[in-house]
């Protein structure tokens, strides 16, 4: 399943309603079991930007296979961290950053560094690690979220969401997040693809809603 901007601020939007849960319920064993079961039932994946989640694919999965061994590393430390109490997150936080220096050329590794960066909103540690990946090799997602990044710390990204926009049309013009690519771009032809995916019917209510949200609501929900 490829994972759309769209359904991740749903996420997001699903997850602070569901804090109501967490704050009656002691154990962190209960709100996981809870939150893993709701997870599943609205088909969201486990991963890029979905930290909550991230840690447990990497060690509850039995038979995983790994691309390489830094990568199988890195993947524990983020489950670490996940599960890890407030204060010793810090900790696994420098691991990852210590193997980014490890392994320059690991973009999977790096990847996960970017994510927990962003989960911390270490915005700006997190844009530097995204400028990194996509010099490399810039993938439409992580470009459109590079963008995304620089509009948040209040820089001009019109010519950055026009290279993400070429990107998407280069490589998967079919993928949902072609669309808030559109829009954040200011693309002529973004309400034309929006009435044909809400026409689609593969939207939920929250995700149409989503499509109506202002740019600043749009960024500062992902990235409060």
Not at 12 to 20: N, T
Not at 41 to 63: D, V
Not at 94 to 121: C, F, G, H, S, W
Request: proline share 3%; hydrophobic share 40%; aromatic share 12%.
């Amino acid at each position: 399943m490829v994972i759309t901007l769209i359904q991740i601020i749903a996420f997001i939007l699903w997850y602070s309603a569901s804090s109501f849960y967490a704050s009656h319920h002691k154990t962190r064993k209960n709100y996981y079991n809870f939150t893993l079961r709701l997870s599943i039932k609205i088909k969201y994946s486990l991963i890029t930007f979905l930290l909550f989640f991230i840690p447990i694919a990497a060690i509850a999965i039995n038979g995983t296979v790994y691309q390489d061994k830094p990568t199988e590393d890195a993947a524990n430390l983020v489950a670490k961290y996940t599960l890890s109490d407030d204060a010793d997150k810090e900790g696994y936080v420098k691991q990852l950053e210590d193997m980014t220096i490890k392994y320059p050329n690991n973009i999977n590794v790096r990847n996960m560094y970017t994510n927990i960066l962003l989960a911390d909103k270490k915005y700006l540690l997190g844009l530097e690690q995204l400028k990194i990946i996509n010099k490399v090799n810039p993938k439409p997602v992580s470009k459109l979220t590079e963008c995304m990044l620089v509009e948040r710390n209040d820089k001009d990204a019109a010519s950055c969401y026009k290279y993400a926009v070429s990107l998407f049309e280069k490589n998967n013009k079919e993928d949902d997040n072609y669309i808030i690519a559109l829009y954040l771009a200011g693309d002529s032809r973004f309400e034309v693809a929006k009435n044909e995916l809400v026409s689609s019917g593969k939207l939920m209510d929250t995700e149409k809603s989503i499509l109506s949200m202002s740019r600043n609501q749009l960024i500062g929900t992902f990235f409060p």
